[in-house]
């Protein structure tokens, strides 16, 4: 039997992905690859099947391409014939709009606002006409089940689930008129009857309050003989001058209506005067840009599996992106309590305002904690009243071993149908092993997906290259994802990383610490924008808050970019070995010019988006964000380790014959980290260096590549 079919989607370590044209024999495929290359005819077996095709749904398939051809309708998914969350009536609709509709969007997925279980909701919007949102009633399948029950079917959908996304439309600045509470585009809602014929259904409209928004099969009914003829209702029928709805307004309805498909961007309010205020919701929302996701992670949205699951990645490869949307689908189709856990607070805070701002705040089945956090509400059952000290976190690991003995014996209120962790690589095993325990039984039919840095230092959990989820008693053969993708940096950045990433595993290799690097080795860039080369400033204590400032001073200038869109980056707020508070001699000069900053400690949920002005952020803190601008310094307390005083660590090439294995750790830990804060620039690196020509880390910044950088 043949190992592949038509249309199956490959994958080749050399030539990308594919599609299966042609099987020549047993061994041999005929491939059209989607990068330039047009076919090569080669081994199956240097394949991997990504999706596929199968030929009971050859006549669907055939439908969908030939529809695709023409239409300049962009579907989301845009391989929805490929998609098993997509029903065949929901194709069905696909093909029709992008048949009969000479241009827009169509989206057919879930929606925060209204309970999914028995219908999704699908938006089709015509940028000259308005737009269409409609739910699908796929159940009913017999004209005489549409008699008994379509009347409350659709009364509750449009007075109830219709309302409240209108009211949710209109609530947002960007699409109401003013301050009239009216949108700024024509709207209609409808309840979709898919499986029924216009024809097999007779009833007369005016008899019912919401006649005309019943659809059948193709979209007609007694009104509208197809979405056209809808949509020029639609149009006629507004009150107000309309001209279009442009692609920003459209990917900014697709993301209010299906958030699960888009990413959203926070952009300047290029205000770079004010000081740090209460940012309202209003305001936050104006600073939002959506972006459709690409097919690849619209395809691990819908495609979600349950069981549990690895996935590694770059940084900037949208994994944070991906956890967030797959979270959204599963607390919408189900009541159940979902779960998002990670370790850094800016983090959570950051999760926990998207979630508000996708309208996910009115479905409290989705909570959102640091593990901490977690840990806290489950020893309100294991031991009321414990008392906590941020100075001994060693209460923490006190509390985690309580907890697990707990949940080994005792059946917790706390249950979750799906847990999220993001952040896996600072996660100790035990920690895995309790959310594990916290998901529904039986957990074969439950969801526990892991995501985790590939580059980042996994602390304490690691030993020799033995991370904190291969010490659990968790089998992740089989289940191990690696995304390989970047999606954050422009090319100059993404190269310079690269560099700089083979340095560390070079030399992680060379100490023989049996550190697996394969995996973090390679990462292929999705953007294709260009960019300044980075710039690397060497300088010393004495120099690097005037240097800083001027960097500040120079970008905001030359390149009209907003103090809001510049952060600093840093491995210490001050070290109590050093006489040396760099960041406190930076601020000084900014207050002089009366430049506006502010500070992330990680405390206090909202600040990094109630913040205005420079951004001044430990590296630490700054796990899961991203900004326009980075400029990294103040490394010179990286050059020791503290664990017996302080003692400084030497030149890589006594480093690596030294018999001082202590030093290995911190080292490896700082390498790390300042890869991991140089990922975190959109735009534009800048590393002012102060760690001195004989650092340990002096080659890791000052790379072979000259043509990869600016050094001053």
């Not at 709009?97 to 989206?107: D, E, W």
């Not at 004209?143 to 079917?153: A, D, G, L, R, T």
Request: charged share 25%.
């Amino acid at each position: 039997m043949s190992r592949f079919n038509i249309n199956d989607i490959v994958l080749h370590k050399l030539f990308g992905t594919g599609k299966v044209l042609e099987q020549k024999s047993e061994e041999t495929v005929f491939v059209a690859f989607d990068n330039p290359i047009h076919g090569k005819k080669l081994m199956s077996v240097n394949f991997l099947k990504l999706h596929q095709s199968f030929s009971n749904s050859s006549q669907d398939n055939l439908q969908d391409s030939s529809n695709d051809q023409n239409s300049k309708v962009i579907s989301i998914p845009k391989k929805f014939q490929d998609s098993s969350f997509l029903t065949s009536e929901d194709r069905a609709i696909y093909r029709h709009v992008r048949k009969v509709l000479n241009q827009g969007f169509i989206s057919i997925g879930t929606n925060p606002l209204i309970k999914t279980e028995m219908n999704k909701i699908g938006i089709v919007i015509c940028p000259d006409k308005g737009v269409f949102i409609f739910s699908i009633f796929d159940k009913v399948n017999e004209p005489s089940q549409f008699y008994q029950v379509h009347q409350y079917i659709v009364e509750h959908f449009m007075t109830s689930s219709a309302y409240k996304m209108k009211q949710w439309l209109i609530e947002t600045d960007i699409f109401r008129r003013n301050q009239e509470y009216d949108l700024k585009f024509p709207i209609f809602f409808g309840a979709v009857f898919p499986n029924l014929a216009f024809e097999q259904v007779k009833y007369n409209p005016d008899l019912f309050k919401y006649g005309s928004h019943i659809f059948f099969k193709d979209l007609k009914n007694n009104t509208f003989k197809n979405i056209n003829d809808l949509f020029a209702h639609i149009k006629s029928n507004y009150k107000f001058q309309f001209s279009i709805i442009d692609d920003n307004l459209a990917h900014q309805l697709i993301y209010k209506i299906h958030p699960e498909y888009c990413v959203a961007v926070f952009e300047d309010n290029k205000n770079k005067t004010s000081q740090m205020t209460q940012v309202s919701k209003k305001e936050m929302e104006s600073r939002i840009s959506a972006f459709i996701l690409d097919e690849e992670q619209i395809h691990l949205i819908n495609e979600i599996k349950t069981g549990y699951y690895l996935t590694l990645a770059n940084p900037g490869s949208g994994k944070s992106v991906i956890l967030l949307s797959q979270a959204y689908r599963l607390s919408c189709i189900q009541d159940d309590s979902v779960l998002i856990t990670c370790y850094n607070r800016n983090l959570r805070d950051r999760y926990d305002i998207l979630k508000d701002l996708s309208g996910f705040n009115n479905r409290p089945n989705l909570s959102i904690y640091t593990f901490h956090q977690l840990l806290r509400k489950l020893m309100d059952d294991v031991s009321p009243g414990f008392q906590y000290d941020d100075n001994h976190p060693d209460l923490y690991d006190i509390s985690a071993d309580l907890v697990y003995d707990y949940l080994s014996t005792t059946n917790s209120r706390y249950k979750f149908k799906a847990v999220f962790i993001d952040e896996i690589q600072l996660f100790d095993p035990k920690w895995i092993e309790i959310c594990y325990m916290l998901l529904e039984k039986p957990v074969e039919g439950s969801y526990l997906q892991m995501y985790g840095d590939l580059n980042q230092d996994v602390r304490a959990a690691k030993r020799k290259g033995k991370a904190s989820w291969q010490n659990t008693n968790l089998d992740f053969r089989g289940r191990v994802k690696v995304f390989r993708k970047n999606y954050r940096n422009t090319h100059q950045i993404h190269e310079y990383l690269q560099s700089m990433i083979g340095v560390i595993n070079d030399r992680l290799e060379k100490l023989d610490l049996g550190i697996n690097t394969d995996d973090s080795s390679v990462s292929t860039l999705i953007t294709v924008r260009k960019g300044l080369v980075p710039r690397v400033i060497k300088t010393d204590k004495t120099q690097l808050a005037q240097i800083v400032f001027n960097t500040i001073d120079t970008i905001a200038k030359n390149n009209n970019i907003s103090y809001n869109d510049i952060a600093v980056l840093y491995p210490f707020r001050s070290h109590r070995y050093h006489d040396y508070l760099p960041v406190t001699d930076i601020q000084k000069l900014l207050n002089e010019q009366h430049i506006p900053f502010c500070e992330i400690s990680g405390e206090g949920k909202q600040a990094i988006f109630e913040a205005h002005g420079v951004t001044f952020c430990t590296i630490d803190s700054s796990l899961g964000l991203d900004f326009k601008v980075v400029i990294l310094t103040a490394l010179y307390p990286m050059n020791f380790i503290y664990t017996q005083g302080m003692l400084k660590i030497p030149p890589f090439s006594k480093l690596r014959m030294s018999d001082q294995k202590h030093y290995y750790d911190d080292f490896i830990k700082y390498a790390r980290q300042i890869y991991t804060a140089a990922s975190r620039a959109r735009d534009i690196l800048v590393i002012v260096d102060d760690l001195g020509e004989d650092s340990v880390y002096h080659d890791q910044i000052i790379l072979d590549r000259k043509d990869l950088y600016e050094c001053y």
